[in-house]
């Protein structure tokens, strides 16, 4: 199953075959679309900031839902939104359903269609010149102020519109003065409005000679803002989002959008088709046909409303007045929009509509390609200190393990296979945050083994053989790393489901990578484990470092009768962090606080390296480059887009005149220069802290279901007091803050968590096996068992952190310095905090503290630990094989007898001498 396993990677890796994928990049790796959108408030409204803001908002929902990885969207200016995309194929149908207005609207059709577009008789007239129809109102817009205007050429083809004002037709989006020769501008009369119909939707009225026109044009009534009987009778903000879902129709209406009302809604639905029922069957009763229920007679007097996305006409369902002469009530079967050409339109329309229409329209000003935002210099120098941190990782593997080391690496690059497999398969756009999520696994996946390992010597030192011990070791190390690991997937999956943009990313890759890690570990490397077992040469504990005593024996310190020292240190950094962030504050960059975006081109091609280090002379923190339009040469570019701290005007000018003498070659360089919001915005922070908040929740639910309740607040406080260190440092060192800080936060989240239940998961096994002894010598023993491996894990970890550190380049520096300080912290924390506040706090138990009063003085506790460490030892010996050792490869018989001969042998040989 592994080699066919490792065949599927190879297929999907490898060029050139059928199956072969590439690993998509983020924006900040590879770059990617850029669209510019620009605000068109209606007349009489006034742009605000909350509409900006709410525009951002629903925009950034529908990217999300696009399945579009690790967006950047912000404000430009006073009314533009910028957002970039990567990995996008369609990028013109992404941008459409982006900037969606979606002001959905329900008509009752007959009674609302007016002018040209109705006989007077209550039918309606289907128009194919929309000339034709607005030529015919003409008179009509004297009075009172007109809707909106349409420009038209001299052959009466619309040109531009709809516009609320005469001027803004004109003016976008090149100003005319004048108008051609026989270009003619035409507005809609006060109360009307303008409804297209294109003729895939199965439009109304048309009559013969019609039939193969394109598009079709209708006139309704206009009256929003009326308390009584408002025309349109109903709009999307009286749908219910969570009931928005594209589906397929029963009833033979091929694809469509199934709609849901909140409860006015529903009211107002009834409504309207009360009165287009009763107005059906007057009709028929007119007709003489009052009576007649067949659907041939019904369809032909029934009357319709009508659904309108954008001021096109959606779809004209007709209401059956026989089968619902009260109307419909929507709370049971709701309503739908259907003529929708595909599944895929019908799930594009969905997503509009769920997430809201869009306070204010916007237009496309602008669509570019951009390059990457860390450019080519720092991606080869990621993936340089990358391979040279798996290269010492494997290294250290060896040294520590010996042939088991030898079983890691070849399990690693298994992991490093699968993960490679994965990202290709779910198509994870992988950014410098998800690099942030690959470094965490890498270490979980290290430390996997490492447990596995640790308690395989165990078990050979306490006189099992090889082939028993290992048995053994994952028979308890098993559970170990299911709750270690189950506890990191929880927080990567409610981070994915609640968070956006570069924290869903982070959450992806941690979850994918845990996972794999998890079968790896208990798959892969005891599958090779297994099969050596099976060798005479393998049994025997020099290749495995596990001959004489455990070589941690010097780390035997009374950690708990030192608890409130621990406690005393990490108060005064704390204080010191708490202190420093009170003071100073965080030093939030351009992700946050949002600053200056300064545009340009060159005469001629220019690296984006080069540019990069002239922006900087005008900047504390490194500025955003980024190229845009196509690459010329390698890495070169003619115009350049850059994002740094607010210049104020005097920092403008002298980098305007910097660039000017640098790059311009003796010609004026012209410089577009404005103000940008944060690409980190509100909702992603918030969206963060409340992942974090009910992740928290579920890991003490699962803690305290487990373990005990008990066990779960050391955890948490463990984690919150990690958290504080690392934001308290970067607030006392007065370090940059951005996106890809949040990610080494997050990864520190992940790393304290996963190192404490480890240690907590051995003192609970310990607690059943030393029945007379205190908390602090079960705590102490269970640190003392765990921490070669919590160290080890932690270097393990630290090892690709420090390679980034000193090999990745200035824009990685920071990044890893966030991780290394969070991960020092929670390793840190995990022995020193979190282990003495479990002891603390178990020691108030009757029990527990029965044996507190029996045991002997302090001094002697390390003493009464190893003894108790013995006893604990000889218990787990004398435990029976676990039953799973059936399933590996078993020798001969001859062999099973030398190996029990083997056996009585060493049960024979005095306690402690070396085996």
Same mark, same amino acid.
């Given at each position: 199953?592994?080699?066919?396993?490792?065949?599927?990677?190879?297929?999907?890796?490898?060029?050139?075959?059928?199956?072969?994928?590439?690993?998509?990049?983020?924006?900040?790796?590879?770059?990617?679309?850029?669209?510019?959108?620009?605000?068109?408030?209606?007349?009489?409204?006034?742009?605000?900031?909350?509409?900006?803001?709410?525009?951002?908002?629903?925009?950034?929902?529908?990217?999300?839902?696009?399945?579009?990885?690790?967006?950047?969207?912000?404000?430009?200016?006073?009314?533009?939104?910028?957002?970039?995309?990567?990995?996008?194929?369609?990028?013109?149908?992404?941008?459409?359903?982006?900037?969606?207005?979606?002001? $959905?609207?329900?008509?009752? $059709? !007959?009674?609302?269609?007016?002018?040209?577009?109705?006989?007077?008789?209550?039918?309606?007239?289907?128009?194919?010149?929309?000339?034709?129809?607005?030529?015919?109102?003409?008179?009509?817009?004297?009075?009172?102020?007109?809707?909106?205007?349409?420009?038209?050429?001299?052959?009466?083809?619309?040109?531009?519109?709809?516009?609320?004002?005469?001027?803004?037709?004109?003016?976008?989006?090149?100003?005319?003065?004048?108008?051609?020769?026989?270009?003619?501008?035409?507005?809609?009369?006060?109360?009307?409005?303008?409804?297209?119909?294109?003729?895939?939707?199965?439009?109304?009225?048309?009559?013969?000679?019609?039939?193969?026109?394109?598009?079709?044009?209708?006139?309704?009534?206009?009256?929003?803002?009326?308390?009584?009987?408002?025309?349109?009778?109903?709009?999307?903000?009286?749908?219910?989002?969570?009931?928005?879902?594209?589906?397929?129709?029963?009833?033979?209406?091929?694809?469509?959008?199934?709609?849901?009302?909140?409860? !006015?809604?529903?009211?107002?639905?009834?409504?309207?088709?009360?009165?287009?029922?009763?107005?059906?069957?007057?009709?028929?009763?007119?007709?003489?046909?009052?009576?007649?229920?067949?659907?041939?007679?019904?369809?032909?007097?029934?009357?319709?409303?009508? @659904?309108?996305?954008?001021?096109?006409?959606?779809?004209?369902?007709?209401?059956?007045?026989?089968?619902?002469?009260?109307?419909?009530?929507?709370?049971?079967?709701?309503?739908?929009?259907?003529?929708?050409?595909?599944?895929?339109?019908?799930?594009?329309?969905?997503?509009?509509?769920?997430?809201?229409?869009?306070?204010?329209?916007?237009?496309?000003?602008?669509?570019?390609?951009?390059?990457?935002?860390?450019?080519?210099?720092?991606?080869?120098?990621?993936?340089?200190?990358?391979?040279?941190?798996?290269?010492?990782?494997?290294?250290?593997?060896?040294?520590?393990?010996?042939?088991?080391?030898?079983?890691?690496?070849?399990?690693?690059?298994?992991?490093?296979?699968?993960?490679?497999?994965?990202?290709?398969?779910?198509?994870?756009?992988?950014?410098?945050?998800?690099?942030?999520?690959?470094?965490?696994?890498?270490?979980?996946?290290?430390?996997?083994?490492?447990?596995?390992?640790?308690?395989?010597?165990?078990?050979?030192?306490?006189?099992?053989?090889?082939?028993?011990?290992?048995?053994?070791?994952?028979?308890?190390?098993?559970?170990? @790393?299911?709750?270690?690991?189950?506890?990191?997937?929880?927080?990567?999956?409610?981070?994915?489901?609640?968070?956006?943009?570069?924290?869903?990313?982070?959450?992806?890759?941690?979850?994918?990578?845990?996972?794999?890690?998890?079968?790896?570990?208990?798959?892969?490397?005891?599958?090779?484990?297994?099969?050596?077992?099976?060798?005479?040469?393998?049994?025997?504990?020099?290749?495995?470092?596990?001959?004489?005593?455990?070589?941690?024996?010097?780390?035997?310190?009374?950690?708990?009768?030192?608890?409130?020292?621990?406690?005393?240190?990490?108060?005064?950094?704390?204080?010191?962090?708490?202190?420093?962030?009170?003071?100073?504050?965080?030093?939030?960059?351009?992700?946050?606080?949002?600053?200056?975006?300064?545009?340009?081109?060159?005469?001629?091609?220019?690296?984006?390296?080069?540019?990069?280090?002239?922006?900087?002379?005008?900047?504390?923190?490194?500025?955003?480059?980024?190229?845009?339009?196509?690459?010329?040469?390698?890495?070169?570019?003619?115009?350049?887009?850059?994002?740094?701290?607010?210049?104020?005007?005097?920092?403008?000018?002298?980098?305007?005149?910097?660039?000017?003498?640098?790059?311009?070659?003796?010609?004026?360089?012209?410089?577009?220069?404005?103000?940008?919001?944060?690409?980190?915005?509100?909702?992603?922070?918030?969206?963060?802290?409340?992942?974090?908040?009910?992740?928290?929740?579920? @890991?003490?639910?699962?803690?305290?279901?487990?373990?005990?309740?008990?066990?779960?607040?050391?955890?948490?406080?463990?984690?919150?007091?990690?958290?504080?260190?690392?934001?308290?440092?970067?607030?006392?060192?007065?370090?940059?803050?951005?996106?890809?800080?949040?990610?080494?936060?997050?990864?520190?989240?992940?790393?304290?968590?996963?190192?404490?239940?480890?240690?907590?998961?051995?003192?609970?096994?310990?607690?059943?096996?030393?029945?007379?002894?205190?908390?602090?010598?079960?705590?102490?023993?269970?640190?003392?068992?765990?921490?070669?491996?919590?160290?080890?894990?932690?270097?393990?970890?630290?090892?690709?952190?420090?390679?980034?550190?000193?090999?990745?380049?200035?824009?990685?520096?920071?990044?890893?310095?966030?991780?290394?300080?969070?991960?020092?912290?929670?390793?840190?924390?995990?022995?020193?905090?979190?282990?003495?506040?479990?002891?603390?706090?178990?020691?108030?138990?009757?029990?527990?503290?029965?044996?507190?009063?029996?045991?002997?003085?302090?001094?002697?506790?390390?003493?009464?630990?190893?003894?108790?460490?013995?006893?604990?030892?000889?218990?787990?010996?004398?435990?029976?094989?676990?039953?799973?050792?059936?399933?590996?490869?078993?020798?001969?018989?001859?062999?099973?007898?030398?190996?029990?001969?083997?056996?009585?042998?060493?049960?024979?040989?005095?306690?402690?001498?070396?085996?």
């Amino acid at each position: 199953m592994l080699a066919l396993a490792l065949a599927g990677v190879a297929a999907l890796a490898i060029p050139g075959s059928p199956t072969h994928k590439k690993v998509t990049l983020g924006l900040d790796l590879q770059g990617g679309l850029e669209v510019v959108l620009k605000a068109v408030p209606p007349k009489n409204h006034k742009l605000t900031d909350a509409d900006m803001d709410r525009s951002v908002t629903i925009m950034r929902n529908r990217i999300d839902k696009l399945g579009v990885s690790e967006p950047e969207i912000r404000k430009q200016g006073k009314n533009q939104i910028v957002i970039e995309l990567a990995g996008v194929h369609d990028p013109a149908k992404a941008a459409a359903i982006i900037g969606k207005t979606a002001q $959905l609207q329900f008509y009752d $059709l !007959e009674n609302d269609v007016t002018g040209p577009s109705t006989d007077g008789q209550g039918n309606v007239l289907a128009q194919t010149s929309l000339f034709n129809l607005l030529n015919a109102v003409k008179t009509d817009t004297k009075k009172g102020t007109p809707t909106a205007f349409f420009l038209f050429d001299a052959k009466k083809k619309l040109k531009r519109g709809p516009q609320d004002t005469r001027e803004k037709l004109l003016s976008e989006p090149k100003k005319l003065t004048t108008l051609p020769k026989g270009w003619t501008v035409l507005a809609v009369p006060q109360n009307m409005t303008v409804v297209s119909c294109p003729r895939a939707s199965g439009c109304p009225g048309i009559q013969r000679g019609q039939e193969n026109a394109q598009t079709y044009w209708y006139l309704f009534k206009f009256y929003p803002d009326r308390v009584d009987q408002p025309v349109p009778e109903a709009t999307g903000t009286d749908l219910k989002l969570s009931a928005i879902k594209p589906d397929i129709s029963s009833s033979g209406q091929g694809n469509v959008v199934l709609l849901g009302f909140k409860s !006015e809604g529903n009211k107002k639905f009834h409504e309207i088709t009360q009165r287009e029922a009763a107005r059906g069957q007057a009709v028929a009763d007119a007709a003489g046909q009052g009576s007649a229920s067949d659907i041939g007679t019904v369809t032909r007097y029934a009357q319709h409303f009508a @659904i309108v996305l954008d001021g096109e006409l959606k779809s004209t369902p007709y209401i059956d007045y026989k089968q619902n002469p009260d109307g419909i009530d929507p709370t049971g079967t709701g309503a739908e929009i259907s003529n929708i050409t595909s599944y895929t339109e019908a799930k594009n329309l969905a997503l509009v509509l769920q997430t809201g229409a869009l306070p204010v329209e916007f237009e496309q000003i602008e669509r570019t390609d951009v390059s990457a935002t860390l450019g080519k210099d720092s991606l080869r120098e990621a993936k340089t200190a990358a391979l040279i941190g798996l290269l010492i990782v494997a290294v250290f593997l060896l040294v520590l393990y010996r042939f088991l080391g030898v079983v890691a690496v070849i399990g690693l690059g298994i992991y490093v296979a699968f993960l490679y497999a994965a990202i290709l398969m779910f198509g994870v756009t992988l950014t410098l945050p998800g690099f942030a999520g690959m470094i965490l696994t890498i270490g979980v996946a290290a430390d996997a083994n490492v447990v596995i390992f640790e308690r395989i010597k165990e078990e050979v030192r306490s006189g099992k053989s090889v082939r028993a011990a290992i048995a053994a070791g994952y028979a308890k190390g098993f559970h170990t @790393i299911i709750d270690a690991n189950v506890v990191t997937v929880i927080t990567a999956l409610v981070l994915f489901a609640v968070a956006t943009a570069g924290v869903k990313g982070f959450a992806l890759m941690l979850m994918i990578g845990t996972i794999i890690s998890l079968v790896t570990a208990v798959a892969a490397t005891r599958a090779m484990l297994g099969l050596l077992a099976g060798f005479r040469w393998f049994d025997n504990p020099r290749f495995m470092g596990a001959h004489g005593q455990q070589t941690g024996q010097w780390l035997q310190i009374d950690f708990m009768r030192r608890r409130y020292l621990w406690f005393a240190l990490s108060g005064v950094i704390v204080a010191v962090g708490v202190g420093a962030l009170a003071a100073k504050g965080l030093n939030l960059g351009i992700d946050f606080k949002g600053g200056t975006q300064v545009t340009f081109k060159t005469p001629k091609p220019v690296s984006l390296h080069t540019v990069r280090t002239e922006a900087d002379k005008f900047t504390t923190q490194p500025a955003v480059v980024q190229g845009r339009g196509q690459q010329v040469g390698t890495d070169g570019y003619k115009s350049f887009q850059l994002r740094m701290r607010s210049l104020n005007s005097t920092q403008t000018s002298s980098l305007s005149r910097d660039i000017n003498d640098r790059f311009g070659q003796g010609k004026p360089i012209s410089f577009n220069i404005q103000t940008v919001s944060s690409s980190f915005g509100r909702q992603i922070a918030r969206a963060a802290i409340t992942a974090i908040l009910f992740s928290l929740l579920l @890991i003490v639910l699962y803690i305290a279901i487990r373990f005990d309740f008990k066990f779960a607040v050391p955890v948490i406080i463990a984690l919150l007091h990690d958290i504080v260190i690392t934001v308290g440092v970067y607030a006392l060192l007065g370090r940059e803050v951005t996106n890809s800080t949040v990610a080494a936060v997050l990864t520190v989240l992940g790393y304290s968590i996963y190192d404490t239940i480890i240690i907590f998961d051995r003192i609970r096994e310990n607690v059943p096996l030393m029945r007379r002894a205190p908390f602090a010598t079960i705590a102490n023993v269970s640190l003392w068992e765990t921490i070669r491996r919590s160290l080890a894990t932690t270097f393990i970890t630290l090892l690709p952190i420090g390679s980034l550190l000193i090999f990745g380049g200035a824009t990685l520096k920071d990044f890893a310095f966030a991780l290394m300080v969070g991960i020092l912290s929670g390793a840190y924390s995990s022995i020193f905090i979190a282990a003495p506040l479990l002891t603390a706090w178990k020691e108030r138990e009757p029990e527990f503290a029965r044996r507190r009063e029996r045991a002997p003085v302090p001094g002697q506790v390390a003493v009464d630990g190893k003894v108790a460490l013995e006893e604990a030892e000889e218990a787990a010996a004398a435990e029976p094989a676990p039953s799973f050792v059936d399933v590996m490869p078993q020798p001969s018989a001859s062999a099973q007898a030398k190996r029990e001969r083997r056996r009585q042998r060493r049960r024979a040989r005095p306690h402690g001498r070396a085996r």
